[in-house]
T-cell receptor, first 111, second 113 residues
Framework: GENVEQHPSTLSVQEGDSAVIKCTYSDSASNYFPWYKQELGKRPQLIID?????GEKKDQRIAVTLNKTAKHFSLHITETQPEDSAVYFC??????????FGGGTRLMVKP | DADVTQTPRNRITKTGKRIMLECSQT?????MYWYRQDPGLGLRLIYYSFDVKDINKGEISDGYSVSRQAQAKFSLSLESAIPNQTALYFCATSDTRDNYEQYFGPGTRLTVT
């Protein structure tokens, strides 16, 4: 089955700096890679996703890059703000067409 | 996302009690999931259902059971609750036709004393 590993588990940055979270996956057939954000005490919500036919996707301050050869994808947040503080999860689909989630990254943005 | 609701939102129960967590959705999705989240940890899949007649175990199904009463309803039961089942439980839905995006409910915080 799919194995998704996410690093780092915690990340602390100064407000205004960039943050990068990386995930690797094992199933070379995977073709959809979402990122979810979970604020404290709330539900995970999709913030951006990418399909395997593109290498990068941007949405304002967030971007996701995909390297299918190396089987890894990354979330990039630029000009971080305190409201970016949350837990971020990556995911990849397995053979059963379900998502396997990474272990999560706790991002702390210090004012 | 108000389209996926969970009841109760918080529950405190005693060891050995039977408890049911309920999930309802108005999104018309065919797939529903139950996840467990422990503090500082990620999402672990308990059970999932691809349609009303389909129930599948996830990675941590021991001690849990589920019922898919209708396309819109998916319940999780703890037959005899134990303290290490204290966790945050999320229901989620997805549509087979729409990527793999999952929509999560607000969560149920369960404490077993």
């Amino acid at each position: 089955g799919e194995n998704v590993e996410q690093h780092p588990s915690t990340l602390s940055v100064q407000e205004g700096d960039s943050a990068v979270i990386k995930c690797t996956y094992s199933d070379s057939a995977s073709n959809y890679f979402p990122w979810y954000k979970q604020e404290l005490g709330k539900r995970p919500q999709l913030i951006i996703d990418i399909r395997s036919n593109v290498g990068e996707k941007k949405d304002q301050r967030i971007a996701v890059t995909l390297n299918k050869t190396a089987k890894h994808f990354s979330l990039h947040i630029t000009e971080t703000q305190p409201e970016d503080s949350a837990v971020y999860f990556c995911a990849a689909p397995n053979a059963g067409n379900m998502l396997t989630f990474g272990g999560g990254t706790r991002l702390m943005v210090k004012p | 996302d108000a389209d996926v609701t969970q009841t109760p939102r918080n529950r405190i129960t005693k060891t050995g009690k039977r408890i049911m967590l309920e999930c309802s959705q108005t999104k018309g999705h065919d797939r529903m999931y139950w996840y467990r989240q422990d503090p500082g940890l990620g999402l672990r899949l308990i059970y999932y259902s691809f349609d009303v007649k389909d129930i599948n175990k996830g990675e941590i199904s021991d001690g849990y059971s589920v019922s898919r009463q209708a396309q819109a309803k998916f319940s999780l039961s703890l037959e005899s609750a134990i303290p290490n089942q204290t966790a945050l439980y999320f229901c989620a839905t997805s549509d087979t036709r729409d990527n793999y995006e999952q929509y999560f409910g607000p969560g149920t915080r369960l404490t077993v004393t």
